[in-house]
């Protein structure tokens, strides 16, 4: 199966990263998003995408400029899709949201095109039947800032052509990915497998009052060699997220140490904007946050 032209649906966070990493490689790529002015407001972040690509990857001014060459933009499903080799979902963590796009989009796109969805809660198995075409239908999932943290998780359901799954792996390598093949949906897939137990851990540490947070990342970074702490991790994911994650659990089960988390989170920096990288403060103060000194690890 050869791929050529790839359509991003959904130009937030992860959408805008991976329709530019893809044009970047080479490939023929149209974002689509709910209208004209969403659009708008994607094409500028590129511009501050293109500076991180020259700063971390050398990219030159003239790769830049062919890629921005290589992008498309609608707002119209059809026409976004209209010569799709493959399709990658990257449109809000809703089940309906998710379900209503599929709805739309197994109307409009050729026979031939692949769909993709880069959910990182939700399981392939869950919109299968939803796509018109189960068996071209996994899960490629990416991480935040996909040009330096460059894996790509690849997750079918039971229904997936291992031929399409092969597809999509050698897809993630050609554009600069490490790509993680998984073998059975997990929710979670690996990585947040792995990073979630760590976080609640080290969230629970804190709001119990074992220690505090710099200790605690200190202690990681020095036991473990890792680069940051699990709070720095939180500030550069979003508290937010962290704060949806813990009231979720707290709603479903009453978890004493959830409520405790909960109220903590929210207190502490969702009531204050302090919100991890993207305000400029959560746990630690950007640009210049106090892991990054010198003397930290003493």
Same mark, same amino acid.
């Given at each position: 199966?050869?791929?050529?032209? +790839? ?15 893809? =044009? &970047? ?16 407001? =994607?094409?500028?972040?590129? @511009? ?27 707002? @119209? ?38 769909? +993709? ?19 071209? &239908? ?27 799954? @092969? ?20 929710? !979670? ?61 707290? @709603?479903?089960? !009453? ?27 959560? &746990? ?15």
């Amino acid at each position: 199966m050869d791929i050529k032209n +790839v359509t991003v649906a959904g130009s937030g966070v992860l959408g805008y990263q991976i329709a530019f990493q893809t =044009a &970047f490689h080479g490939y023929n790529v149209t974002v689509y998003d709910i209208n004209d002015e969403v659009l708008e407001k =994607a094409k500028a972040k590129f @511009d501050i995408l293109g500076e991180a690509f020259i700063k971390d990857l050398n990219a030159t001014q003239s790769q830049l400029d062919e890629a921005r060459g290589r992008m498309q933009y609608s707002a @119209d499903l059809a026409v976004a899709t209209q010569h799709a080799d493959l399709v990658i979902e990257a449109v809000p963590e809703s089940p309906q949201i998710k379900t209503d796009f599929y709805h739309k989009l197994a109307k409009v796109a050729p026979e031939k095109t692949i769909f +993709v969805t880069n959910s990182s809660t939700l399981l392939p198995s869950q919109f299968a039947g939803e796509t018109g075409r189960p068996a071209k &239908f996994l899960a490629l999932h990416f991480a935040n800032e996909i040009w330096k943290h460059n894996t790509a998780e690849i997750m079918g359901h039971p229904g997936t052509d291992k031929e399409v799954f @092969d597809t999509i792996v050698g897809f993630a390598k050609t554009i600069g990915m490490v790509a993680l093949p998984l073998y059975k949906e997990q929710p !979670g897939y690996i990585v947040n497998s792995l990073l979630v137990p760590l976080l609640t851990a080290a969230t629970n540490l804190l709001v119990s009052g074992v220690s505090d947070a710099e200790t605690i990342d200190k202690t990681w970074m020095v036991a473990t060699g890792a680069p940051i702490g699990p709070f720095a991790i939180l500030d550069i994911v979003g508290i937010t997220t962290a704060y949806n994650i813990n009231k979720m659990a707290a @709603d479903a089960t !009453g978890d004493a140490l959830k409520v405790q988390t909960v109220k903590y989170l929210k207190e502490q920096f969702i009531d204050k904007n302090k919100l991890g990288v993207s305000t400029g403060e959560g &746990f630690y103060s950007y640009p210049n946050p106090a892991y990054k000194a010198k003397d930290f690890l003493k």
